[in-house]
C-alpha cells in the first residue's frame, strides 16, 4: 500500500465516507465527514500518515493496546516473535525509545496490521 492508500483506509476506518451526492453530480474523490454535517477534498482528509496529531486520534480508538504495542515494535525493527503474540512484551530502554519515537507513517503501518487494513484489497 502506498501511503496515501494507508491514509485513505483509515480515513475510512475513523468514519469517512465517499461522498455519494458529489460522486452523483461529477465530483470524484469528495469525502463525508466522519459527522456527515459536510464534506471534504480528498486532499483534506486527516494527514494521517504525516502528522503524530493527526495518528493520535486514531490511536485513541484503539481497543487493543498490547496488539498495537507489538505492531509498532515490529514495524520499528524489534525482534519480538520470540516473546509471543499474546504475552507482555519488555523492552530495552532503547526499544523502547525506538518505539517512543516511531514516525506517524510507521504508526500507520502498525495500526494498519492491528486493524487487518493491509490485507484488504485497495479499490
Ligand atoms: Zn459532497
Same mark, same amino acid.
Given at each position: 500500500?502506498?501511503?496515501?492508500?494507508?491514509?485513505?483506509?483509515?480515513?475510512?476506518?475513523?468514519?469517512?465516507?465517499?461522498?455519494?451526492?458529489?460522486?452523483?453530480?461529477?465530483?470524484?474523490?469528495?469525502?463525508?465527514?466522519?459527522?456527515?454535517?459536510?464534506?471534504?477534498?480528498? @486532499?483534506?482528509?486527516?494527514? $494521517? +500518515?504525516?502528522?503524530?496529531?493527526?495518528?493520535? #486520534?486514531?490511536?485513541?480508538? *484503539?481497543?487493543?493496546? !498490547?496488539?498495537?504495542?507489538?505492531?509498532?515494535?515490529?514495524?520499528?525493527?524489534?525482534?519480538?516473535?520470540?516473546?509471543?503474540? @499474546?504475552?507482555?512484551?519488555? $523492552? +530495552?530502554?532503547?526499544?523502547?525509545?525506538?518505539? #517512543?519515537?516511531?514516525?506517524? *507513517?510507521?504508526?500507520? !503501518?502498525?495500526?494498519?496490521?492491528?486493524?487487518?487494513?493491509?490485507?484488504?484489497?485497495?479499490?
Amino acid at each position: 500500500m502506498t501511503p496515501e492508500q494507508k491514509r485513505i483506509a483509515l480515513a475510512r476506518k475513523a468514519g469517512w465516507k465517499p461522498c455519494q451526492p458529489c460522486l452523483e453530480n461529477g465530483y470524484k474523490d469528495q469525502w463525508r465527514l466522519p459527522s456527515d454535517d459536510g464534506c471534504a477534498h480528498v @486532499s483534506e482528509l486527516p494527514n $494521517f +500518515t504525516g502528522s503524530l496529531d493527526a495518528v493520535a #486520534a486514531l490511536e485513541g480508538m *484503539l481497543t487493543n493496546r !498490547d496488539l498495537y504495542l507489538f505492531c509498532l515494535a515490529e514495524v520499528c525493527g524489534i525482534d519480538v516473535q520470540h516473546n509471543g503474540r @499474546s504475552s507482555c512484551t519488555v $523492552f +530495552t530502554i532503547a526499544q523502547t525509545l525506538l518505539i #517512543a519515537t516511531a514516525t506517524a *507513517l510507521q504508526r500507520c !503501518d502498525a495500526l494498519c496490521a492491528v486493524w487487518g487494513l493491509d490485507k484488504e484489497e485497495t479499490k
